[in-house]
Structure formats: C-alpha cells, structure tokens
Nanobody, 119 residues
C-alpha cells in the first residue's frame, strides 16, 4: 500500500523558512520521480519542484527558483523541500507526488500539508 505523508507545514512570517518532509512507503522510492506541488485557494495545482530518480535535472517552478530547494534521502525514502525567503503568495497546501514505474507509470499523491505565510 503506497503512502505519502507530508509534514512540516505551518504558519510563518514573511521572510521566514520552513522545511517540508514527505515520508514515502509501499513502493520503490529510489526509482521513482518525486515532486512537490502546491494549490492556493481558488487556484489550480502547480508544480513547485521535481526531482527525477537519478537526482539530476531538477526543475523548479519560476516563482520559487532561488528560494526553494528540493532534496531526497533514498535510504530513508524521504523527500524534502527547504523553503526560504517565504512570501505571502507562497501560502498554499503543499502536496507530495510520486511517479512510480510499474508496468506503466502510476501517480500517487499525499494528503497535503498547509503553509501560511503571514505577519
């Protein structure tokens, strides 16, 4: 049974930092592309950062480049998102996403963790 459990969200002031974690289980984490998405109220879900299984060719959404850093610990099956210089417009629910190679690529989502950037 695949599980993606996010943690680390909360309330932070503008300019602050947060570190999100996604604890994965039930699939081959090392061979899966892992990503963070976010969805603000009334908005569509958007890609924040994506990290292929090989760890190369990491991609970021334009709005977070230079402020957010995605990383993974394959030994622990954990995906991280370090968020610095947070802005009110970063307020959203952040979701962990996995693209798992089986006979075909199967997509899984976590339940999300809310991030609020406000003074």
């Amino acid at each position: 049974q695949v599980q993606l459990v996010e943690s680390g969200g909360g309330l932070v002031q503008p300019g602050g930092s947060l570190r999100l974690s996604c604890f994965a289980s039930g699939f081959n984490f090392e061979n899966s592309e892992m990503s963070w998405y976010r969805q603000a109220p009334g908005e569509e879900r958007e890609l924040v950062a994506s990290m292929p299984a090989t760890g190369s060719s990491i991609s970021y959404g334009d709005s977070v480049k230079g402020r957010f850093t995605v990383s993974r610990d394959n030994a622990k099956s954990v995906l991280y998102l370090q968020m610095n210089s947070l802005k009110p417009e970063d307020t959203a629910v952040y979701y962990c996403n996995a693209l798992v190679p089986r006979l075909a690529i199967v997509e899984y989502w976590g339940q999300g963790t809310p991030v609020t950037v406000s003074s």
